[in-house]
């Protein structure tokens, strides 16, 4: 299973927000940051600190990539 956090760093840029004022704001690592940088799984309660932070919902920040998905667009 892949993510990918894409919506999140469109957000970002939208609010005008650097990924170093979300750390500030949702109280998150560099380690957990360079994880979604590689669109890595992080813990729910990160991605509930972040919609806090953001003020939106785990939809509008984080997508899940299917297998089937990538192969049917193929």
Do not use: H
Request: with cysteine.
């Amino acid at each position: 299973m892949k993510f990918s956090y894409n919506k999140l760093w469109k957000l970002l840029i939208d609010n005008g927000m650097m990924k170093k004022d979300l750390m500030a704001k949702a109280n998150i690592t560099s380690t957990t940051m360079a994880k979604m940088g590689k669109d890595q799984p992080v813990s729910m309660e990160v991605l509930g600190r972040i919609c806090v932070a953001m003020q939106c919902n785990i939809g509008d920040i984080v997508d899940v990539i299917l297998p089937n998905a990538q192969e049917a667009s193929r």
